[in-house]
């Protein structure tokens, strides 16, 4: 077990490379990066130019101020209406002087030691950014997964018992209604119903707890924070336990036409016996284990509108808003962060298999 640990940690470096390439490939041939970003919003703002790019040093300044007296005599005006050497500088400042595969070699060492460096355009560190709108997502990702889970299991098993009946029918319907729904437009309409939109005033529109979360006792706190989660939680989680409660419902199935089942029914053993002292361990093996995947799925990737509609400040969001102004320490260091995370999960999702059934062992592959 040891042994295959170790190899799949190994085999982490090349495939977090190779994303890392992949990405930083695609997004340096999309048009407008930071220095146009920045150039565009000196050019489009109408604010004075050394104001913008402080964080360049006086050099800047001087440059500008040095090439504006010049532009005058000689007529050149650089990109954007500014002077060569003031868009060189921006250039030197984001690193965009060097060739891409040495800007991609430094990035990666910096990372290697998980150096994120600081926003473009936040004055930030990256990791204080992602730290700070980390409890948010982690909030809607974890309670989100739970319930979904909560709910999609038992559901599951009891579909699979009752399979072809009256409730199988019934539930399959309100599940497929439920899974053809969009989350964020449900979330639309749970606002205009519950969070003062045009019927009840129920629910706040607003953060992750009240202005007044601190003053407020413990058991406070607790009502506040779920309060806040309520809304986004639900409009997460109706369209989300679709497949995994067929998916729950097709591997009891298929495990209660085992003959091992037949089995165990002839020598008298009750129903809840044979289902969960039985059947279970084998049926749950694939659902269980997926829940890693499942949590960082909804993590990183199935909050952002939800984020939006209800003005929450998360990772989503922050992605979302990197990209739009082509921060690219903020979009790399996100994206190095939740590869590894991810890739990581992928471990503790097939180890998982054997804490479901010990049964399952990685010894043959060490060999």
Known sequence: MLAYIVRRLFLIVPTLVGIMIINFAVIQSAPGGPVEQLIAQI????????TRVTRAG????????????????????GRQGLPEEFVAEIEKMYGF?????????????SYATFDFGNSFFRDQKVVDLVLDKMPVSISLGLWTTLLVYLISIPLGIAKAVRDGSRFDVWTSGIIIVGNAIPGFLFAVLLVVLFAGGSYFDWFPLRGLVSDNWSELSWPGRIADYFWHLTLPIVAMVVGGFATLT??????FLDQINQQY???ARAKGLSQQRVL???VFRNAMLIVIAGFPSAFIGILFTGALLIEVIFSLDGLGLLGFEAALTRDYPVMFGSL???????LLMNLVGDLSYTLVDPRISFEALET
């Open 43 to 50: 050019t489009g703002a109408g604010v004075d130019v050394t």
């Open 336 to 342: 190095f962060f939740f590869s590894l995370l991810g």
């Open 246 to 251: 067929m998916l729950t419902k097709n591997s």
């Open 276 to 278: 969960y002292g039985h």
């Open 261 to 263: 089942v037949i089995t």
């Open 58 to 77: 006086s050099d800047i300044a001087a440059s500008q101020q040095s090439k504006d007296s010049a532009g005058e005599k000689s007529g050149y005006r």
């Open 97 to 109: 002087d060097q060739p891409a595969y040495l800007r991609f070699l430094k990035m990666m060492r």
